[in-house]
């Protein structure tokens, strides 16, 4: 079985001395535990104590939050989340930042996934990073500027009276022409809006850009201002597909800042759960990938199989998608000795089915020659990009949430970690394939050793200004949740997707690879952006740029690196 | 052997798996949650549900002198929190889900309360439901006071205790 602590010490060595050597350089360690340090830094050490804590090995940046707190204690704060995962290890880097001028040293060269964060923090709470010229990023084009809608001083009422859209401008860079655009030349990935430039030569991608954050719902500041428990039903519905996943990490969030102790038998039905969602949302993607490949066949297949864990989910939680069964502090119902039999009499089926279908479907020719070769991702890319998920473990880089920091009931369940190192679209469908039947696994050992007792924390008390992460392996990769807590809500909360990881390596798949192999390419990250999908081809050779207007509204994008 | 086409005996042993709703019935377990029925008999408006409820599907409505418990159905999210948490146990979960209508205001559903005016301001303040529960629990309430709105209470018993001064 797998033992957290007698890993940890073997190697505590390393940490320390770089924990030490970090000390020497300034910066002051406000909290050790065996899992988890948190180092507070002042802005003009940052990038000694970055480049000392990057000499770990496997060390990669997990999250990254700017937070206002200027009510609390007067300044900016930033807190850099890293994980190491041969450690299990978290480390928080929190630097302030002052109350005028909130300025930071960029991290841009040292570590490479801080990319998309800074240009957040800057866009929402309005940090600048020095070295750096961020434009928006997150925000609309027609966003009145200097206004930041994560500071506290807005509240959600003066947003949207702030923001008009201005119609002149859209006139301006001729938007209104590009409502016109055919919906590209083919329809990448999973019906969602996004946007991708592939500038082609030929038959060949020579270069790919993604601009997305098309519907930017504002989820944290709601958040900002709900209370505790009915935030996870709307965390449930940041993503269509691994909800569940959210509202887990969010409840595990506060949990860990306040230090609630959930009763094991709700960790157990949490992570039943999780694995049933990771289940269906494989199997999901699996029908998409085959559906893009044309055979549609496979797709019907994946999809039948698929709808006997809907219905099982239906049956355990009392909703086929967003489950709503988690409450800070456990789960709201429970499940029976006459649910477990009908559960593993599905799963038996669910195996037994998907195992035949799988092996037909991977056999099909078209289907191996477009998946095999195509997308390559190699490891180096994969580690200096911190990816996550089945992305990650088709590169060989073996992260996964369960096994390197465990939470809800996995350090009572043995499963193995899948990895494929090719780094190439089959690979990353192995991975998936091979996982299904892991969590099959997970869920029969799950109800085989559920515990008797509770399955809620009756009481609790919020302290305001506690600090906690939460974080689960979602099918797609790790989602990771950082709050801080308020006296009724959160005060602060920030939740970062897998996609959010993940898709700054699909320009890289992209590159110099064949047109037609782009559909497969895309989805092969299961990215997850919501609603219909955009796709624009530019032919650098016929000079039909002038042509295609939503260009011009990405121009912002296209300078903004 | 060309194994791809062992799809073939697949699909023939299973046959048409698509359902032809809404001409039959959609398959629901017994755990499925719906949208929620409030008892008017039971409940006493005392609005923890607008409390909890997150997408504010149930509100607390004032009109003259009445108090409506507004329940929309096109906000709700069938989670639920409301049944959970009311003291009456006054909301049962259905298993309704068709709810789709041309007329907006036939996905209200109102629960009205009669509201207690204040003896001495004559401002309503609480549900006469609430109020009757709330004295039949607390014995010690004399019922001069109970009649009372917060703000004519409070200067009541300052009253008592300066001794009219």
Redesign the interface.
């Known amino acids: 079985m797998f033992s957290q602590t007698s890993y940890l010490y073997d190697n505590s060595n390393i940490l320390d001395k770089v924990i030490k050597n970090v000390g020497g350089l300034g910066a002051e360690v406000l909290e050790r535990k065996p899992d988890f340090t948190r180092v507070f830094v002042s802005r003009d050490k940052l990038v000694d104590v970055i480049k000392e804590l990057m000499k770990l090995e496997n060390v990669y940046l997990r999250t990254m939050t700017a937070s206002d707190e200027r009510e609390v204690n007067g300044f900016f704060k930033l807190y850099y989340v890293f994980g190491v995962d041969s450690l299990h290890h978290t480390i928080i880097v929190e630097i302030p930042l002052s109350e005028n001028s909130p300025s930071a040293p960029t991290l841009i060269d040292i570590v490479k996934a801080v990319d998309w964060y800074e240009k957040e923090a800057h866009d929402l709470m309005g940090i600048d990073f020095e070295g750096r010229k961020l434009h928006k990023f997150v925000l609309p084009d027609d966003w009145p500027d200097k206004v930041y809608p994560l500071r506290k001083e807005y509240g959600i009422e003066d947003l949207k009276k702030l923001y008009k859209p201005v119609f002149e401008y859209a006139k301006k860079v001729e938007a209104e022409a590009a409502v016109i655009i055919p919906i590209g030349p083919y329809h990448p990935a999973l019906h969602e809006p996004e946007y991708f430039e592939l500038y082609v030569r030929g038959e060949r991608v020579v270069d790919a850009r993604y601009v997305g954050f098309m519907v930017h719902r504002g989820i944290e500041k709601l958040g900002e201002n709900?209370?505790y428990?009915?935030?996870p039903?709307?965390a449930e519905r940041i993503c269509g597909i691994c909800g569940f996943v959210h509202s887990t990490s969010y409840c595990q969030a506060i949990e860990n800042a306040l230090k609630i102790d959930v009763p094991e038998r709700a960790h157990f039905i949490r992570s039943i759960i999780l694995e049933i969602e990771r289940i269906h949302s494989h199997l999901l993607w699996l029908g998409v990938a085959l559906h893009l490949l044309g055979y549609d066949?496979?797709f019907m297949?994946a999809w039948?199989i698929r709808?006997q864990v809907m219905?099982l989910a239906?049956?355990?939680?009392?909703?086929r998608k967003?489950y709503?069964i988690n409450i800070v502090g456990g789960v709201?119902?429970d499940i029976d000795e006459n649910k477990i039999r009908k559960c593993l009499n599905v799963l038996d089926n669910v195996e037994k089915e998907f195992k035949?279908?799988i092996?037909?479907?991977l056999?099909?020719?078209q289907v191996k020659s477009r998946l095999r070769d195509t997308g390559l991702l190699p490891k180096g890319e994969a580690q200096k990009l911190s990816l996550v998920g089945p992305t990650a473990r088709g590169s060989g880089v073996p992260r996964d949430v369960r096994k390197d920091y465990p939470y809800a009931a996995y350090k009572h369940v043995s499963f193995d970690v899948i990895v494929y190192s090719e780094g190439d679209n089959m690979a990353r469908t192995l991975v998936r394939v091979d996982e299904v039947f892991e969590s099959i696994d997970i869920v029969r050992q799950l109800l085989d050793k559920i515990p008797k007792g509770p399955i809620a924390v009756e009481n609790w008390d919020a302290e305001p200004y506690k600090i906690g992460i939460g974080s689960v392996e979602a099918p797609r990769g790790e989602v990771i949740h950082f709050l801080i807590t308020g006296r009724y809500s959160p005060y602060r909360w920030r939740v970062r997707a897998p996609t959010y990881q993940n898709l700054p390596a699909v320009p890289i798949m992209l590159r110099d690879s064949e047109l037609a192999d782009a559909p497969i390419t895309i989805a092969s990250i299961d990215p997850c952006f919501s609603c219909t999908d955009r796709a624009l081809v530019i032919e650098i050779n016929r000079g039909s740029i002038k042509e295609v207007p939503l260009f011009v509204i990405s121009n912002k994008f296209r300078f903004g690196v | 052997m060309v194994k791809f086409v062992k799809i073939i005996p697949i699909a023939l042993k299973v046959g048409t798996v698509t359902r032809k709703y809404p001409f039959e019935r959609p398959l629901i377990t017994e755990s499925f949650r719906g949208a929620i029925e409030v008892d008017p008999v039971k409940c006493t408006g005392c609005g923890a549900c607008t409390r909890i409820c997150p997408p504010k599907a149930l509100s607390l409505i004032r009109e003259g002198e009445t108090l409506i418990l507004r329940y929309f159905v096109g906000k709700c999210i069938f989670c639920g929190m409301c049944a959970d948490i009311c003291p009456e146990k006054a909301i049962a979960i259905t298993k309704e889900f068709e709810l789709a209508s041309e007329n907006l205001s036939e996905l209200n559903v109102d629960v009205e309360h009669e509201l207690k005016k204040c003896v001495k301001c004559g401002a309503t303040f609480v549900s006469t439901k609430l109020l009757n529960k709330v004295r039949s629990q607390v014995e010690a309430l004399p019922d001069d006071i109970a009649e009372l709105c917060p703000n004519c209470r409070r200067l009541e018993i300052l009253k008592r205790f300066t001794g009219g001064r």
């Open positions: 709900m209370k428990d009915q935030v039903f709307l066949t496979g297949h039948r709808e219905v239906e049956l355990l939680t009392g909703s967003t709503g709201r119902r035949t279908f092996d037909v479907a056999s099909v020719p």
